[in-house]
């Protein structure tokens, strides 16, 4: 039983190692992502309000669906770490015992 768990161990800390790697570069482009969302929400913001102006309202629709294609982007990375810090999680609990 000891020999089996001593395996286990030696087998996940490189992949306990891969997902903390992994999980701090998504953690640190998912932070400077939200910031150059930030941007890109202000700049669409100012072209729809501009499209409303004019009423073109299929460029409004377009812009509007780019928007939400973002920010649907910005929840899937998040959603990516989220997963990531949870398998790491339980791998650490299990290098732990």
Sequence with gaps: MFISKLLLKAILLPVFLMVCFIRTWVEVLSRIGCVILGIFYLVMLAIIVMYVSKQ?????????????????????????GMALEGIGDKISEILAS
């Design 56 to 80: 073109m309202w299929g460029a409004v629709a377009i812009s509007v669906g780019m928007s939400f294609g973002a920010f649907l982007i910005s929840f899937a990375s998040v959603a990516v």
